[in-house]
C-alpha cells in the first residue's frame, strides 16, 4: 500500500459519521445511498461526499445497478493496516486482551441494564 | 436489500497480463489459491474447473465456468467439496489504470453464516494479499508460505469427500 493511499484510508476513517457510513454498508452489502440517507439528519449531498471520500480511499465499492448504485464495504485496505503492524505473536496478545475488554465490557452493560 | 454479495478491491502495481497469469495458469501451483492445482480442459464458459491439491490427491473446490474474458474478466461458479453448502459464484475483474491494476473479487450469492461464507469471505483477503506480492515481488508472503507448508504437512489429514476421485471433470457440478 503506497504511504498516499494509506493516509487516504486514515483520513477517510477520521469521522465518526464516515465510520457510521461503513458500519451500515457492512451490515448490509449492497444498500444504495438512499438507504444509508435514512440513518443521518442531514442532506444527501453532505452523505454524497462522505461516500466519495469513503470510495476515494477503497473502504467502499460502488456498483451501479438500473438507477440505484449498490454499496458494499471492501475489508481489504484495512486489512493492510493490519498486515503492516501486527505480527503472529502480537496478534495473540492483542486479541486475548480485546477479548477480555469485550467481554468484561459487556457483562457491565448487561448489569447497569438489569438495575434500570 | 442485503444480496448476499461481498465485493473485495486491491490496487496492484504490475501488469494486468501478469495478474491474469496468476489465476488462470495450469501449469504450475497457483499460490494466491492456497498454492491448489487448477484441473480443467480448457477454461471456457461451461467448462468444469477444479482446484486439487498438488499431489492431485485431494480437490478442494469444484466449479464450472460461467464468463471468460482474458484478460479482464472471469467468473465460476464454487463449492467446497468438504461442506454440504450450495455453490457461489466468484467473478475476477482486472481493471488497467495509470499506475497498474484494479482487482476487485465478488462474490455473489453466499449464503450467510454459512462454514463455506466465512472460509470465501477469510479467503479473499488472502488472495489479494498474496496475489499483490506475487506480482510485486516476485514472490508470496512469508505468512502464505507457512499456510502452503502447513498445508503439505496436513493434506493426509483431509476427509475422504475431498478425495480426487470423487471429482473427476467428467462429473458436472
Given at each position: 500500500m503506497k504511504p498516499d493511499s494509506m493516509d487516504a484510508v486514515f483520513r477517510a476513517l477520521a469521522s465518526e459519521t464516515r465510520r457510521r457510513i461503513l458500519d451500515i454498508v457492512k451490515d448490509q452489502p449492497g444498500r444504495n445511498v438512499n438507504g444509508v440517507c435514512?440513518?443521518?439528519?442531514?442532506?444527501r449531498i453532505a452523505v454524497m461526499k462522505h461516500l466519495r471520500i469513503l470510495e476515494a480511499a477503497d473502504l467502499i465499492v460502488s456498483e451501479k445497478k438500473g438507477r440505484s448504485r449498490r454499496l458494499y464495504f471492501n475489508a481489504v485496505p484495512l486489512q493492510m493496516i493490519y498486515d503492516r503492524w501486527t505480527t503472529e505473536y502480537s496478534v495473540f496478545w492483542a486479541e486475548r486482551l480485546t477479548d477480555i475488554k469485550y467481554r468484561l465490557e459487556s457483562r457491565r452493560a448487561k448489569k447497569t441494564r438489569k438495575k434500570k | 436489500m442485503n444480496d448476499n454479495k461481498a465485493v473485495f478491491k486491491i490496487h496492484i502495481n504490475g501488469s494486468v497480463e501478469d495478474v491474469w497469469r496468476e489465476i488462470?495458469?495450469?501449469?504450475?501451483?497457483q499460490q494466491c489459491f492456497f498454492n491448489s492445482v487448477l484441473d480443467t480442459?480448457?477454461?471456457?464458459?461451461g467448462a468444469q474447473i477444479r482446484m486439487r491439491t498438488v499431489s492431485g490427491r485431494y480437490t478442494a473446490v469444484v466449479g464450472e465456468v460461467v464468463e471468460f474474458d482474458p484478460p479482464h474478466r472471469y467468473a465460476h461458479t464454487m463449492r467446497f467439496t468438504q461442506y454440504d453448502d450450495p455453490p457461489c459464484t466468484v467473478t475476477y475483474e482486472l481493471i488497467e489504470k495509470d499506475t497498474g491494476v484494479e482487482f476487485v473479487i465478488t462474490l455473489d450469492g453466499l449464503q450467510p453464516g454459512t462454514k463455506s461464507a466465512k472460509s470465501m469471505i477469510r479467503g479473499a483477503s488472502f488472495i489479494m494479499n498474496t496475489l499483490k506480492s506475487l506480482v510485486e515481488k516476485g514472490k508470496a508472503p512469508l505468512s502464505s508460505r507457512v499456510v502452503f507448508a502447513l498445508g503439505g504437512v496436513l493434506e493426509?489429514?483431509?476427509?475422504?469427500?475431498?478425495?480426487s476421485e470423487n471429482w473427476p471433470l467428467s462429473r458436472q457440478v
Open positions: 435514512t440513518f443521518f439528519d442531514m442532506s | 488462470t495458469k495450469t501449469d504450475e501451483p480442459e480448457g477454461l471456457k464458459p493426509g489429514l483431509s476427509p475422504k469427500s475431498m478425495s
